[in-house]
T-cell receptor
Framework: AQSVTQLDSHVSVSEGTPVLLRCNYS??????LFWYVQHPNKGLQLLLK??????LVKGINGFEAEFKKSETSFHLTKPSAHMSDAAEYFC???????????FGAGTTVTVRA | NAGVTQTPKFQVLKTGQSMTLQCAQD?????MSWYRQDPGMGLRLIHY???????DQGEVPNGYNVSRSTTEDFPLRLLSAAPSQTSVYFC?????????????FGEGSRLTVL
């Protein structure tokens, strides 16, 4: 069985400063990992995904994430936050043998002007 | 291209009432699923389908029924609503089984059960 833990329920940053959202996972297999973003009153949108290719994955809107197998982590970063990045972010893990995804509890990002 | 469309967007029910949340996708996706989102709990899978005529239970299926008569539609039925079913419900679809993770979500249906 797989699981995912998002280490911060809420992150607050100033506009123009870096953003770091932390995610640790547990999986019996080589997992696929994803980050989704949810803006207020909207559905979730895929930011990026890792599927055993390059360990540094680039996504939309300047986000990237690094897969570290030794640390079982998949942290999401962005060098410079924008007001439009204010949203909730979900880390998701999927075992290749199981098509049921496991979602983290989510991290709410607030961006201060 | 409309993507995944959910109706209604908002609904208030009384305990014991029944209703159906509708979900339709126009991307010819085989895989469709229903999730509920509750504060601090992420998304939890209710039911899913890997193709027309095939459905299966997810993590929290009790109190919900589904059917998949066409590729496009995947309605979620609440047979006898309970306050514990107050939540935001999301329908999602994928061109392949969910292990690729690239799900396309609707905008959600916000349900309150009094």
């Amino acid at each position: 069985a797989q699981s995912v833990t998002q280490l911060d329920s809420h992150v607050s940053v100033s506009e123009g400063t870096p953003v770091l959202l932390r995610c640790n996972y547990s999986s019996s297999y080589s997992p696929s990992l994803f980050w989704y973003v949810q803006h207020p009153n909207k559905g979730l949108q895929l930011l990026l995904k890792y599927t055993s290719a390059a360990t540094l994955v680039k996504g939309i809107n300047g986000f990237e994430a690094e897969f570290k197998k030794s640390e079982t982590s998949f942290h999401l970063t962005k060098p410079s936050a924008h007001m439009s990045d204010a949203a909730e972010y979900f880390c998701v893990v999927s075992d290749p043998s199981d098509y049921k995804l496991s979602f983290g509890a989510g991290t709410t990002v607030t961006v201060r002007a | 291209n409309a993507g995944v469309t959910q109706t209604p967007k908002f609904q208030v029910l009384k305990t014991g009432q029944s209703m159906t949340l509708q979900c339709a996708q126009d991307m010819n996706h085989e895989y469709m699923s229903w999730y509920r989102q509750d504060p601090g709990m992420g998304l939890r899978l209710i039911h899913y389908s890997v193709g027309a005529g095939i459905t299966d239970q997810g993590e929290v299926p009790n109190g919900y029924n589904v059917s998949r008569s066409t590729t496009e539609d995947f309605p979620l039925r609440l047979l006898s609503a309970a306050p514990s079913q107050t939540s935001v419900y999301f329908c999602a679809s994928s061109y392949a089984r969910g292990n690729t993770g690239e799900l396309f979500f609707g905008e959600g249906s916000r349900l309150t059960v009094l």
